[in-house]
């Protein structure tokens, strides 16, 4: 069962707004908005695998440096996100073995 924007973990929010002060800075007042969609929108986002999803509406044309500038501060929240979960995951996987070797799973 995945979870929504109501529902997901808190690190789901902290990366959103993150990106939007990102694309704030960086728009300044070419952003018309940042919206939430796919597995995260629908209900069916799943914090273990699933990505965020986002559309962002901008007023005119981006030049190229600005576009190569969005690709760069998206890679680098992705890479954050990404790692943070790789972290949960061991994390969890450590402590399911560590319960495992004192008889409790």
Same mark, same amino acid.
């Given at each position: 069962?995945? /979870?929504?924007?109501?529902? /997901?973990?808190?690190?789901?929010?902290?990366?959103?707004?993150?990106?939007?002060?990102?694309?704030?800075?960086?728009?300044?007042?070419?952003?018309?908005?940042?919206?939430?969609?796919?597995?995260?929108?629908?209900?069916?986002? $799943?914090?273990?695998?699933?990505?965020?999803?986002?559309?962002?509406?901008?007023?005119?044309?981006?030049? *190229?440096?600005?576009?190569?500038?969005?690709?760069? /501060? /998206?890679?680098?929240?992705? $890479?954050?996100?990404?790692?943070?979960?790789?972290?949960?995951?061991?994390?969890?996987?450590? *402590?399911?073995?560590?319960?495992?070797?004192?008889? $409790?799973?």
């Amino acid at each position: 069962m995945g /979870c929504n924007w109501e529902t /997901c973990p808190r690190e789901v929010h902290e990366y959103s707004f993150k990106l939007l002060t990102e694309l704030k800075y960086l728009l300044k007042n070419k952003l018309v908005g940042l919206y939430i969609h796919g597995s995260l929108a629908l209900g069916g986002f $799943n914090p273990a695998g699933s990505d965020v999803d986002v559309l962002v509406v901008t007023s005119g044309r981006l030049t *190229l440096p600005l576009k190569r500038s969005l690709a760069k /501060c /998206c890679l680098s929240l992705s $890479n954050l996100f990404s790692l943070f979960y790789e972290i949960q995951g061991a994390r969890a996987r450590v *402590l399911k073995s560590e319960s495992q070797l004192e008889g $409790n799973s």
